[in-house]
């Protein structure tokens, strides 16, 4: 008899435990029914980023969550670590599988992302790209700098600011990028028509600050008569002012840098760079999720929604 009831006691304590088990793993590890969605939201867009971790696309994330906020979006913000255009490709088929509400990515001149493009739009997500354009795609706006007037600016001041002959060193983030590819042609058209302005060479940083100091380097090894430099990406005028700091010369190069990363104001306050073309990376995620939310709502702006893009000096501000 106390056996009996011994093992009835043990089964009893042993599921009284086991249910304790279910419930409480159940609570921590089981999401609820009744949790909140995506769904709640009024649309789920994706921005994909050229590089995750960049500090430019870091301004571009913040400034699409500021406009996803005022509009009730669930914004997921993708991209590769390092910039890998196959990579950017494969998050954007993802986004399309995914069934999102919209996407917005930077453009890439590629077959595979005119087909991508198609994909999304057939299937309904609108697509814009962001920063850099692909017109030869079916997206439906570009929201970004006019990179050709980016690149013209900068030859400008090149003009404005120097005086004697010039051998200029251009560094540009990635050669087969269409973007950099317009700062660079805007430069050299600018400068085109002035015979002391001449083009040295031209290297390729890979969008990283090593990259830039190598390159830096590399023309300043192979052409030792270069007297200024030009960075197209937002880290090529860190790593040339890095370079141009150590390297023997009677005279610091003028340099022109890209964009305005705290780092890079700060070389331009101590007058380690001479100017810096501004653009607007928060402006350009701000308006990139205003002009998706519009064609979802059936308005369709303009396909080209410039930004502000101007020059920075240290003694002049901005100049238009």
Same mark, same amino acid.
């Not at 030859?155 to 120097?162: A, H, L, S, Y």
């Given at each position: 008899?106390? &056996?009996?009831?011994?093992?009835?006691?043990?089964?009893?304590?042993?599921?009284?435990?086991?249910?304790?088990?279910?419930?409480?793993?159940?609570?921590?590890?089981? @999401?609820?029914?009744?949790?909140?969605q995506?769904?709640h939201?009024s649309?789920?867009f994706?921005?994909?980023?050229?590089?995750?971790d960049?500090?430019y696309?870091?301004?571009?994330?913040?400034?699409?969550?500021?406009?996803?906020?005022?509009?009730?979006?669930?914004?997921?913000?993708?991209?590769?670590?390092?910039?890998?255009?196959?990579?950017?490709?494969?998050?954007?088929?993802? /986004?399309?599988?995914?069934?999102?509400?919209?996407i917005?990515?930077q453009?890439?001149?590629s077959?595979?992302?005119?087909y991508?493009?198609? &994909?999304?739009?057939?299937?309904?997500? =609108?697509?814009?790209?962001?920063?850099?354009? /692909?017109?030869?795609?079916?997206?439906? /706006?570009y929201?970004?700098s006019?990179?050709y007037?980016?690149?013209?600016?900068a030859?400008?001041?090149?003009i404005?600011?120097t005086?004697?002959?010039?051998?200029?060193?251009? @560094?540009?983030?990635?050669?087969?990028?269409?973007?950099?590819?317009?700062?660079?042609?805007?430069?050299?058209?600018a400068?085109?028509?002035?015979?002391?302005?001449?083009?040295?060479?031209?290297g390729?940083?890979?969008?990283?600050?090593?990259g830039a100091?190598?390159?830096?380097?590399?023309?300043?090894k192979?052409?030792?008569?270069?007297? /200024?430099?030009?960075g197209?990406?937002?880290?090529?005028?860190?790593?040339?002012?890095?370079?141009?700091?150590?390297?023997?010369? #009677?005279?610091r190069?003028?340099?022109?840098?890209?964009?305005?990363?705290p780092?890079?104001?700060?070389?331009?306050? &101590?007058? #380690?760079?001479?100017?810096?073309?501004?653009?607007?990376p928060?402006?350009?995620?701000?308006?990139?999720?205003?002009?998706?939310?519009?064609?979802? &709502?059936?308005?369709?702006?303009g396909?080209?929604?410039?930004?502000k893009?101007?020059?920075?000096?240290?003694?002049?501000?901005?100049? =238009?």
């Amino acid at each position: 008899m106390l &056996k009996k009831v011994g093992v009835t006691g043990f089964f009893a304590l042993f599921m009284l435990n086991a249910g304790l088990m279910l419930y409480f793993g159940r609570e921590t590890f089981q @999401v609820t029914s009744n949790a909140q969605q995506p769904s709640h939201y009024s649309y789920h867009f994706v921005l994909i980023s050229e590089e995750v971790d960049n500090e430019y696309w870091r301004l571009v994330e913040k400034g699409a969550e500021a406009a996803s906020r005022k509009h009730n979006i669930h914004l997921d913000y993708w991209g590769p670590k390092q910039a890998n255009n196959e990579e950017q490709l494969t998050f954007i088929d993802k /986004a399309i599988a995914s069934k999102v509400d919209g996407i917005m990515t930077q453009g890439v001149s590629s077959d595979t992302f005119n087909y991508l493009v198609n &994909k999304s739009v057939q299937k309904g997500i =609108p697509l814009i790209t962001v920063d850099t354009d /692909a017109p030869e795609s079916v997206r439906m /706006a570009y929201v970004g700098s006019d990179n050709y007037l980016a690149g013209k600016l900068a030859g400008e001041t090149m003009i404005k600011q120097t005086s004697g002959l010039q051998k200029v060193g251009i @560094v540009t983030g990635r050669f087969d990028a269409s973007n950099q590819q317009l700062r660079v042609k805007g430069f050299k058209d600018a400068v085109s028509n002035v015979s002391r302005i001449q083009i040295a060479g031209i290297g390729e940083s890979n969008i990283t600050k090593s990259g830039a100091i190598q390159a830096t380097y590399e023309l300043l090894k192979n052409h030792r008569n270069i007297t /200024a430099f030009y960075g197209t990406s937002a880290l090529d005028g860190l790593g040339i002012s890095q370079v141009a700091s150590l390297y023997q010369q #009677k005279k610091r190069p003028f340099i022109i840098a890209f964009d305005t990363l705290p780092e890079t104001l700060t070389l331009l306050n &101590k007058q #380690k760079i001479d100017a810096t073309v501004a653009q607007y990376p928060f402006v350009m995620g701000e308006r990139a999720v205003e002009t998706l939310f519009s064609i979802k &709502k059936g308005v369709y702006p303009g396909s080209l929604q410039y930004t502000k893009t101007d020059i920075m000096t240290k003694l002049k501000g901005s100049h =238009p």
